[in-house]
């Protein structure tokens, strides 16, 4: 256990839905990154925050948004869901840049 | 453009023997290297870090080595254990001085399997 929840752990919704996927950083991590992977792909960067502030931006699509609120989980926005959004979403905490980074166990998110 | 390469898709060895990971980049600005262990629709372990300012980094059963100038890490595992098998990524960060952001690149990680 990681200590980086994630909730849900699968979400089935339809095209041009909006979902929020959750994440918990480990306690004491001030800095929580996005990450998606789609079938047969690596794992791509999607965005950084720390301690509220977003520091590092992927190439993240303009339909998804993220925010880390004051006691420190993030939200992941995707909206007009299209079927090439379906993937795993990992989020992972560190407590610095530049140290460790865990990851959550993921939620997939399958569009129909 | 991948700046971080695993060429190795896979790599088996025996039980006992010494695994050997390999891993490239090109971009110099990484400045701190990280192996993950990462089983099917699981989130990444951790496993091992490296700063730049270092060419080694031990614990327990794995090392880490940086070779800074041929832009080159490997993670050795000695020795190997079936548990061990999972598909292993190394990653790389560097600051992004303008914001103190950072992320880290993975590579396209490399499949081992340890046979009994």
């Known amino acids: 256990d990681s200590g980086v929840t994630q909730t849900p752990k699968h979400l089935i919704t339809a095209t041009g839905q909006r979902v929020t996927l959750r994440c918990s950083p480990r306690s004491g991590d001030l800095s929580v990154y996005w990450y998606q992977q789609s079938l047969d792909q690596g794992l791509q960067f999607l965005i950084q925050y720390y301690n509220g502030e977003e520091r590092a931006k992927g190439n993240i699509l303009e339909r998804f948004s993220a925010q880390q609120f004051p006691d420190l989980h993030s939200e992941l926005n995707l909206s007009s869901l299209e079927l090439g959004d379906s993937a795993l979403y990992f989020c992972?905490?560190?407590?610095?840049?530049?140290?460790?980074?865990?990851f959550g166990q993921g939620t997939r998110l399958t569009v129909v | 453009d991948q700046q971080v390469k695993q060429n190795s898709p896979s790599l088996s060895v025996q039980e006992g023997r010494i695994s050997i990971l390999n891993c490239d980049y090109t971009n110099s600005m990484f400045d701190y290297f990280l192996w993950y262990k990462k089983y099917p629709a699981e989130g990444p372990t951790f496993l091992i870090s490296?700063?730049?300012?270092?060419d080694k980094n031990e614990d327990g059963r794995f090392t880490v080595f940086l070779n800074k100038s041929a832009k080159h890490l490997s993670l050795h595992i000695v020795p190997s254990q079936p548990g061990d098998s999972a598909v292993y990524f190394c990653a790389a960060s560097a600051r992004e001085w303008e914001t103190s952001g950072s992320r880290l690149t993975f590579g396209e990680g490399t499949q081992l399997t340890v046979n009994p």
């Open positions: 490296i700063s730049s300012i270092k």
């Open positions: 992972a905490s560190s407590v610095e840049t530049l140290t460790e980074a865990f």
